[in-house]
């Protein structure tokens, strides 16, 4: 039986141009009222992802920063699964070796790792990083280089989350698009991945769905609502 | 002309539990779509309006922490029209004269000002600003006790976007519900008051919507969007 609704934001609830899709927040708010909480799960900090829990109407846990940190909404608990100190090595690492590196905007609101602006590539890190032997890892999410620990991911976050609520990984469902919504689609007990998804998320998924984005989620939460039933 | 909209978040394009109102959302789009930048308004800290302008995908100037901060989203541009370093002054006045205060958890986010959790009424602190001679007030928010400058309210932060955008307060609409924005509706050169609005809002407005909330959101774009016609 699914207990909880984990949907990635980004790419998923939202359109190319980043809007959030009318027929995703409807999907949601019927999960909701079904009483399925529904995790909202993002690679944007948690302040981001607060707001749009707020607008919504979500009551499941939070997930931000692409699982670096996971946030109670019912106890108002912060977990932060990364290491932002790590990363703070690392930037300084990168900084002895790079000129004229830059931290996005966002980057001083993140609390397990940092973000920076795509000057050098995530390899070049990467390189640095095995080096100087830190325990971090580059991802290029297109909009910036990540910097995080190996270990946070958005899968580790879902088994935090499922502690949290009080149920197992095989009682939530998860709806993603991206390469970093892989390891959470492979610990949920079911997934979908939305059409527009990269072919990554799509063979770790139980389900393709037929629509894209908000659609696509519309349909895996009429799914997982008809099958309670 | 009427060539922005300004529209207050909290109870204006959301109902009383904080959700998003549909309808609000579409009237917004349609906003953007004919060409007129929407401007979002609120109390809360500039992530959280940051986070609902990306979602919605509106282009116009930021209104956060009720007129203390404004930014340019073009640019990338932080306004703050309050001054945090007399609002921490204004909390070690308080602490002096109070035990267990206690700042909210999005207070540390704040630019322009504080918010406290409401172990005292802003009387009691109001008197303490006075007796200091502090530069402050205190506004009870029903959710929090909210300390900043005088000076800060919707109404100047508009006056700050009609610049950013290059237009008068006169070709501004301004739509909200509440006391807090009673300023920005009386500097806008057309102003409605949604039907759930208090009494000030409404005095403050041309015109009342009949309907509450995002309903009354959507009456009043599609009114400012027929004139432009």
């Not at 609390?111 to 590539?121: Q, Y």
């Not at 935090?160 to 009682?171: D, F, N, Q, W």
């Amino acid at each position: 039986m699914i207990r909880a609704i984990a949907v990635d934001i980004d790419g998923t609830m939202t359109s190319e141009d980043r809007r959030l899709d009318v027929a995703a927040v409807e999907a949601v708010r019927m999960a909701e009222e079904a009483g399925v909480p529904v995790v909202l799960s993002t690679g944007n900090v948690l302040a981001f992802a607060e707001a749009i829990a707020t607008v919504l109407g979500t009551s499941g846990p939070l997930i931000a920063e692409d699982g670096g940190v996971v946030f109670d909404q019912r106890s108002g608990q912060e977990y932060v699964l990364g290491d932002r100190v790590e990363a703070d090595r690392g930037l300084e690492a990168l900084e002895r070796k790079f000129d004229r590196l830059e931290q996005t905007r966002s980057s001083n609101l993140r609390l397990a790792g940092l973000t920076l602006k795509r000057a050098i590539t995530a390899a070049q890190a990467m390189e640095v990083f095995r080096s100087e032997g830190l325990d971090l890892v580059a991802v290029d999410s297109g909009f910036a280089i990540h910097i995080r620990s190996p270990a946070v991911n958005k899968g580790n976050a879902l088994r935090k989350v499922a502690s949290l609520l009080g149920v197992t990984t095989a009682e939530i469902a998860a709806i993603g698009d991206a390469e970093n919504d892989v390891e959470m689609l492979q610990a949920a007990g079911l997934s979908f991945a939305v059409a527009n998804s990269h072919e990554a998320a799509k063979k770790a998924s139980t389900y393709v769905t037929s629509g894209s984005h908000g659609r696509g989620v519309a349909e895996a939460i009429d799914k997982v609502l008809t099958l309670r039933r």
